[in-house]
């Protein structure tokens, strides 16, 4: 069976590459440089490499290169990609801010967290994607965008947490300093909170951001909208998120989407008061984006500066993130219409 090389990190890399393939060290420089550096997934490419390595590359391994089956843009520059890989079609977001440019990933066909205001939730689970199918994703983004992608987030598809060994392989191929090399500290990694989650990233010993998408501070609130919520409670994540902050040295970012009715009023804006008190942070308000079927709805404009003026300045850093690429379905919530036939293993990809 073929090693899939975009899998590997530059360690993993070197010692297949001693121990399988029985070449020098340095070897392993020279092809993470063509794979993650320049980016070539030709073997006759690789000029450096004698044409015995390069054949023997071949009838050993593989390099992931997705088709691009569909890319749509908004009117506020935000692109949506499909992407075919190998284990089935992904959803990719590429945000522009300039001088920002954001590639936002997805790490799972589906999730299992089942958010009720979210499109993925409704797909259901379908795989976990592998840390190649990950960094894939940014490649073929990068290969169709004038600008160079700045910063990366793993907030599209799936929970990276659920999926940690490949995110983690990910996070370190997409932060080498020999490859893409986008600074740890403009790779930010989202989460729902699971048992276990944030501390595997705290064992990573980087500088990796992190978002939790915590949507109220009230636990039967949070629960209703997230059921994953149930198997970790309140008080239990604002403790593994200042054992983040207290490692690092960084806030953790709280992500919030008002929906109307379910948690836009006051008394909910005073619950994430209290919670986010002591705990570095800042807060990231976001409106809900339709999703079709579903029947929650965008609170009024009174309504959204009624919690946002609440929160500030009782919380330090409070920002009203409008939502950027809704009108191609490239909003948060919104990915997911690739893998959503639920239970349907053909992944079936719309037109």
């Known amino acids: 069976m073929a090693v899939e090389l975009l899998e590997l990190t530059f360690d993993q890399l070197q010692n297949w590459l001693v121990e399988d393939l029985h070449q020098k060290p340095f070897r392993a420089k020279q092809l993470f440089k063509w794979l993650h550096f320049k980016r070539i997934s030709s073997f006759d490419a690789m000029t450096n490499l004698s044409l015995k390595f390069r054949n023997q590359l071949k009838s050993t391994a593989g390099i992931t290169v997705p088709e691009q089956v569909n890319k749509v843009e908004s009117p506020d520059g935000t692109v949506k990609y499909l992407l075919q890989l190998p284990s089935g079609p992904a959803e990719s977001v590429l945000i522009p801010d300039p001088p920002r440019f954001t590639a936002c990933l997805s790490t799972q066909y589906g999730c299992r967290m089942g958010c009720k205001f979210c499109m993925t939730g409704l797909a259901g689970f379908h795989g976990n994607m592998t840390a190649g199918e990950i960094v894939a994703q940014l490649y073929a983004m990068s290969e169709t965008s004038a600008s160079r992608i700045s910063n990366v987030v793993l907030m599209g598809m799936g929970e990276p947490m659920d999926n940690w060994d490949a995110v983690a392989n990910a996070l370190e191929i997409i932060s080498d300093s020999r490859g893409i090399c986008i600074g740890q500290r403009k790779i930010t990694v989202s989460t729902v909170g699971i048992p276990g989650g944030i501390r595997k990233l705290v064992d990573m010993e980087k500088q990796y951001g992190l978002a939790v998408s915590l949507h109220s501070a ?6 209703m909208l997230v059921p994953a919520a149930k198997a970790i409670n309140l008080a239990e994540l604002k ?6 902050t207290g ?5 953790v970012t709280l992500e919030y989407c008002l929906i109307q009715g379910i948690n836009d009023s006051l008394e909910e804006a005073e619950a994430l008061v209290q919670y986010s008190k002591e705990l570095p942070c800042k807060i990231n308000l976001l409106v809900y984006n339709s ?10 404009e009174e309504s959204i500066k009624r919690f946002t003026e609440y929160l500030y300045p009782r919380c330090s850093a409070v920002t009203l993130r409008r939502s950027r690429g809704d009108e191609v379905a490239g909003a948060c919530g919104q990915l997911g219409a690739s893998v959503l036939k639920k239970g349907d293993p053909a992944f079936t990809v719309p037109p």
């Open 291 to 300: 999703v079709p079927g579903l029947e929650w709805e965008r609170p009024s």
């Open 239 to 244: 403790r593994d998120m200042l054992e983040y």
């Open 218 to 223: 009230v636990q039967r609130t949070r629960e």
């Open 247 to 251: 490692t690092t040295g960084r806030r």
